[in-house]
């Protein structure tokens, strides 16, 4: 059963925050292929079409806990602290998290007028 999932992909995923989509071919805690990987949340899987590893699978996103939109796991969008949650709520409840999470938020407001440089020299 398990092997049939990732020939047919479940839906589409679509972040409801960017712009990102893309088919996911699982939709839970415990990947097909991966039995010994348990995620911490429901997570939308899709398998690594990078790698002919059965074992490699991508996590494009979940929901989020408290307003149950769909965001995918970019930083722009949410962040996990023990459960999902998107920054719109994040922002919203800012005080209910530490420090070092309101800090790392402060960073990452931090305006990405510069479109990402692929400098593939630089690690
Ligand atoms: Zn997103
Ligand atoms: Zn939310």
Redesign the pocket.
């Known amino acids: 059963m398990a092997c049939e999932t990732e020939r047919n992909p479940l839906g589409v995923f679509k972040c409801q925050l960017c712009a990102l989509t893309a088919p996911y071919s699982y939709k839970g805690q415990q990947p097909p292929d991966c039995q010994s990987v348990v995620l911490l949340e429901e997570s939308y899987v899709t398998r690594d079409p990078f790698t002919p590893d059965r074992g490699r699978f991508l996590i494009l996103g979940s929901r ?6 769909l ?1 995918c796991v970019g930083p722009e969008c949410s962040l996990f602290y023990s459960k999902r ?2 920054l ?2 994040v922002q919203d409840n800012m005080d209910a998290f530490p420090q070092e999470i309101q800090q790392d938020l402060e960073k990452r407001k931090v305006p990405s007028t510069r479109p990402a440089s692929q400098r593939s020299s630089q690690p």
């Open positions: 989020c806990s408290v307003c149950s939109r965001v949650f998107c719109p709520c």
